[in-house]
């Protein structure tokens, strides 16, 4: 396991620092973000992402299962004397009391079974005229199924070998020595892999439309990790289905309501 992952407040700290140089940007070629704007996080983890929209003076609300993640990110925000709302639940619990202006999905429908009903779900919390940001790693590009998430150094640093037949994938990290509920997460992921044509798929399914999509062959968040240079994905692959997958290590779109 990389070791950002195990120094929660390291990560949450790049996750910040991303945010607020390359989502924000993004973000507001669609919306304007101040204090009339609310946004809403699904899968905040600590709230990382969502504390440059609470700078900017946005309602921020994020909701994690992780109670966890959650209760770390309350004491960030408090140490950061930064306003927002932290919840521990499961979105499909909750009904829709109000709808927000953006709501936020990232790194995270990668890790949904139900791909479809969450999205449907998701929407309602959209008001008529808010957009939705989503990204997420392409499932074939090198580190699509998370394998940074293993204990083992050669491992996560080990492209590809989530695209191995599930019952070698999960030999590899037996043998490994990785724990089992690490093998179940990588096992899951694999399961819930999301590919670019999946997910333009889903839109349509779900009375979504994508209004923007954005490629990356270098992710944005690859300069905070590892002093990378984002960069777009050439126009050439991008126009190659399920090639593309294979070289695109972050998918950026703007989506809302048909």
């Not at 700290?13 to 809403?40: C, G, Q």
């Not at 490629?215 to 090639?243: D, Q, S």
């Amino acid at each position: 396991m990389q070791e950002r992952h195990t120094n929660r407040e390291r990560y949450f700290d790049e996750t910040i620092h991303t945010s607020t140089k390359y989502y924000i940007p993004y973000i507001e070629k669609f919306i304007s973000l101040n204090k009339a704007t609310s946004v809403l996080e699904v899968g905040c983890g600590d709230g990382g992402n969502l504390l440059p929209f609470a700078r900017k003076g946005c309602e921020v609300v994020g909701i994690d299962l992780s109670n966890t993640l959650i209760e770390g990110g309350k004491e960030f925000y408090k140490d950061r004397d930064i306003d927002g709302t932290l919840m521990a639940a499961n979105i499909f619990d909750i009904e829709p009391e109000k709808q927000y202006d953006l709501i936020i999905i990232h790194d995270v429908i990668e890790h949904i079974t139900e791909k479809k009903a969450f999205l449907s779900h998701v929407k309602r919390f959209l008001k008529p005229q808010g957009i939705i940001f989503i990204a997420f790693p392409a499932w074939q590009m090198p580190f699509g199924g998370h394998q940074q998430l293993t204990h083992s150094k050669v491992l996560s640093h080990l492209p590809f070998f989530h695209l191995l037949p599930a019952s070698l994938y999960k030999f590899i990290l037996n043998t490994a020595g990785e724990p089992k509920d690490t093998v179940d997460e990588l096992l899951d992921i694999k399961k819930c892999r999301t590919t670019i044509e999946m997910f333009h798929r889903l839109t349509k399914e779900t009375g979504l439309e994508i209004a923007d999509e954005n490629l990356y062959f270098i992710n944005p968040h690859y300069e905070i990790k590892f002093k990378l240079k984002p960069r777009r994905l050439p126009a050439l692959i991008k126009g190659i289905p399920y090639i593309r997958n294979f070289f695109t290590t972050s998918c950026f779109y703007i989506v809302r309501h048909r």
